[in-house]
C-alpha cells in the first residue's frame, strides 16, 4: 500500500465532486422543483468536467490524489482518495447521470401554471443526492465514513423507487428498505470490531495493520453480508427485481446501471484495500460460487418474464453475479490479478452503460406502446428502430459478443480464470453469455416479426439518441486501450511496484 | 464479570433477537422494531469498544461515541423513511404485509 500524504496537489477536486451535488440537493429542497430541474440539468456538465479533471490529475501524477478533510491526516482526521478506479468510476456515474436527467426532463418537468410538483421535486432532489452520496463511495478513505456515504445512497435511492405513489411500487420500496437496513447494521457491526481491533478505520492505515485473527474474519463477514445484500447478490436479490421494475425509466437506470454500483465498490475497497493480509482462497470462492448461481438463476429467471422491464432487471440480478468472480480472478500478487481486475472493472463499466441504456429504451418502448408485455411487441421494432436499436447494442454487450464491453470483459476474466488455473470460473462466464443471448432473442424476436404495432404516443428522438448513446459508450468499451488498463492499476494493492 | 463484559453479551443477545425478529416477522412494522433492536446492540458493542480505549491507550476513546451518535442519527432517519413508507402503504393499499401471495393486486404490465 502506498503511504498517505495528507493531501494532494488536487486534492482538493474531490471535495468539490462531492459537495457540488450534494449542495445541489439542499438548493433543490430549498428552490422548489421547478428550480431543482434546472439545477440538476446545469450541475451535470460540471459534474463531468470534475470528474474528467480527477481522472487527468491522477493520470499524471500517476499515483492517488487525496484530501485530509480539515488539514487533520489520518487517523484523528478522515481521508479522501482517488485512485485509478474511483476516478473511472466518477467520470461513468457522471456520464449515467446526466444521461438520465436529460432523458427525465420529458416526464419530470414541473408542468405551467402548477406551483409545485411533488414527483419532480423529489426525483430532481434524489438524483442528485445519489450523485453526491456515489462520489463519496469512491473517493471516501475511511470505513465509517463510507459507511454514511453508503446510507445517503440507499435513502435517495428508496423514494426513486416509489416516486408515483402506486402500492405495488411502496412495497417494492420498502422491502428495498429493509434488506438495506439489514445491509447497512450488518456493515456497521463489522466497522466496530475492525475499529476495537486496530483504533482505526482509514483505509490504508487498516491495511498496514490487520493481520489473520479470528475477529478480522468476522469483521470481514459481517460488512461482506451487509454489502451482499445492497448489491443483490444471489441469494439476497429478492428486493432487486420489483424495485427496479417499478422505478421510472430514468430512475431504473440509475439504481440498476450505478447504485448497485455502489456497495460492489465498497465490496471490493473492502477485500482487495483494507483486507490484502488475509488469505483470499476461500473467500474468493464463495464469493465467486454465489456469482455463478446469480448468473444461473438470474438468467433463467430473466428468461421467464412476461413484462420487458422485469426482464432487463433480472438480468441486473445475473450480471452482479459476473462481477463477484473479481475475487477469486484478481486476488494477490499474480502475473494474472491485473487480468482479472481489469476484467472486474470493466465489467462494472460495461453493465453500467448497456443496462443504463436497456432500461431507458425499455421507457420509450412502454410509453409508445402503452405496455411493456413481450407477448404484445409484435412489429413494434419497425415502429421504434431506434429504441430496439439501444435493446439490441445493450444486449449485444451482455452477451459478452465483440466488439462491446461487455466481450472485452468476459474475455478478460476468461484469460485471469485460464492463467490461473481456476478454469472452473470459466463454465458460468460463458453459460451466462448464452442464456444473456436467449432473454435478448425473447425481446427482440417478437418486435421484429411481421405485424402492426399500435403506437400510442411517439417518443422524443433526443430522448431515443441519449439511451442510444449509452449502448454505444457500451460498445466502445471494447475499444480502449492498454493506457486505459494501466490507468486502473494506479493505486491498486500489489499492483507492479508497490508491494506492501 | 465486568461491565464491559456485560455490555458485550447485551449487545451480543440483542444483534440476536433483532437479526431474528428481522427475518422471522412478515410484518414491515415489527421489521423495524427488529432492525432498531440491532442498531441497539451495535450501538451498545461501539460502548465496549470506546471503554477499552482501543485508539492510542485512552482511557475513554471518544472516537467510537462520536460514531454511535452519528449511527443513532441514521438509524432515526431510515426508522423515519420506513414508517413514512408504511403508512403510504397503509393509505394506499390498506394492506401492509409483503407476503406476495397475501397482495391483492396483480402487476398486469400496464405503463403508469
Not at chain 1, 451535488?21 to 459534474?47: D, N, Q
Not at chain 1, 422491502?175 to 457491526?189: C, I, T
Not at chain 2, 432492525?35 to 450501538?43: D, E, H, I, P, T
Request: with cysteine.
Amino acid at each position: 500500500m502506498i503511504a498517505q500524504p495528507a493531501t494532494t496537489p488536487g486534492g482538493f477536486l474531490l471535495v468539490l465532486a462531492v459537495l457540488l451535488p450534494a449542495a445541489g440537493t439542499l438548493f433543490s429542497f430549498a428552490l422548489g422543483s421547478r428550480a431543482a430541474e434546472k439545477i440538476a440539468l446545469g450541475l451535470t456538465p460540471v459534474g463531468f468536467f470534475l470528474a474528467c479533471l480527477v481522472a487527468m490529475k491522477v493520470a499524471a501524477a500517476g499515483a492517488p490524489i487525496a484530501y485530509a478533510i480539515g488539514g487533520l491526516p489520518p487517523p484523528l482526521g478522515i481521508a479522501l482518495r482517488a485512485d485509478g478506479v474511483s476516478a473511472v468510476m466518477m467520470v461513468t456515474a457522471s456520464i449515467i447521470v446526466a444521461a438520465a436527467a436529460f432523458y427525465a426532463r420529458a416526464k419530470f418537468a414541473t408542468p405551467d401554471g402548477v406551483e409545485e410538483s411533488r414527483g419532480a421535486l423529489t426525483f430532481w432532489i434524489m438524483i442528485q443526492a445519489i450523485w453526491a452520496a456515489l462520489n463519496l463511495i469512491f473517493v471516501g478513505g475511511d470505513l465509517f465514513n463510507l459507511y454514511v456515504a453508503l446510507e445517503l445512497l440507499t435513502f435517495a435511492a428508496v423514494p426513486l423507487v416509489c416516486i408515483d405513489g402506486r402500492p405495488e411500487t411502496l412495497a417494492a420500496a420498502l422491502r428495498y428498505l429493509l434488506f438495506a437496513l439489514f445491509g447497512s447494521v450488518s456493515y456497521l457491526l463489522g466497522v466496530a470490531l475492525l475499529y476495537g481491533l486496530y483504533g482505526t478505520l482509514d483505509i490504508s492505515l487498516l491495511a498496514q495493520r490487520v493481520g489473520a485473527a479470528p475477529m478480522v474474519w468476522t469483521a470481514a463477514a459481517l460488512m461482506t453480508a451487509g454489502l451482499l445484500a445492497k448489491t443483490a447478490l444471489f441469494p439476497l436479490h429478492l428486493w432487486l427485481p420489483p424495485a427496479h421494475a417499478n422505478a421510472p425509466a430514468a430512475a431504473s437506470a440509475v439504481l440498476s446501471g450505478l447504485v448497485v454500483k455502489g456497495s460492489f465498490f465498497l465490496a471490493l475497497r473492502l477485500w482487495f484495500y483494507v483486507l490484502p493480509a488475509l488469505p483470499t482462497a476461500a473467500p474468493g470462492a464463495v464469493l465467486g460460487a454465489l456469482g455463478a448461481l446469480a448468473v444461473i438463476f438470474g438468467s433463467v429467471l430473466a428468461l421467464r418474464q412476461a413484462r420487458l422491464k422485469l426482464l432487463v432487471a433480472y438480468s441486473t440480478v445475473a450480471q452482479i453475479g459476473y462481477l463477484f468472480f473479481v475475487f477469486p480472478l484478481a486476488a494477490g500478487a499474480h502475473v494474472w490479478s491485473p487480468l482479472g481486475w481489469s476484467g472486474g472493472v470493466m465489467q462494472i463499466l460495461a453493465h453500467a452503460f448497456a443496462k443504463a441504456a436497456m432500461f431507458l429504451a425499455a421507457g420509450l418502448v412502454a410509453e409508445a406502446l402503452g405496455h411493456d408485455r413481450i407477448a404484445g411487441f409484435r412489429g413494434a421494432a419497425r415502429a421504434l428502430p431506434l429504441t430496439f436499436l439501444t435493446l439490441g447494442l445493450g444486449g449485444l454487450s451482455l452477451m459478452g459478443l465483440p466488439p462491446t464491453g461487455g466481450f472485452e470483459a468476459k474475455w478478460l476474466m476468461l484469460r485471469a480464470a485460464a492463467a490461473s488455473g481456476q478454469w472452473i470460473w470459466s463454465l458460468p462466464i460463458l453459460g451466462g453469455g448464452l442464456l444473456a443471448g436467449g432473454y435478448v432473442y425473447r425481446i427482440l424476436a417478437p418486435a421484429l416479426a411481421d405485424g402492426e404495432a399500435a403506437i400510442q404516443a411517439r417518443p422524443e428522438r433526443s430522448r431515443e439518441a441519449i439511451a442510444l448513446g449509452l449502448a454505444v459508450i457500451a460498445l466502445a468499451l471494447a475499444f480502449a486501450p492498454q493506457g486505459f488498463f494501466d490507468f486502473l492499476e494506479i493505486g491498486r494493492p500489489f499492483a507492479s511496484g508497490s508491494a506492501p | 464479570m465486568n461491565p464491559s463484559l456485560l455490555a458485550g453479551l447485551v449487545g451480543a443477545a440483542l444483534v440476536g433477537l433483532g437479526l431474528y425478529g428481522l427475518i422471522a416477522h412478515p410484518h414491515p412494522l415489527r421489521k423495524l422494531l427488529a432492525f432498531n433492536l440491532v442498531g441497539s446492540g451495535v450501538f451498545l458493542v461501539f460502548g465496549v469498544v470506546a471503554r477499552r480505549g482501543a485508539a492510542a491507550g485512552y482511557a475513554f476513546d471518544p472516537v467510537p461515541q462520536a460514531m454511535v451518535i452519528t449511527g443513532i442519527v441514521v438509524a432515526f432517519a431510515a426508522s423515519a423513511l420506513a414508517v413514512a413508507l408504511i403508512l403510504r402503504l397503509a393509505v394506499a393499499g390498506g394492506d401492509v404485509s409483503l407476503d406476495p401471495q397475501a397482495s391483492g393486486r396483480r402487476d398486469d404490465g400496464e405503463a403508469e
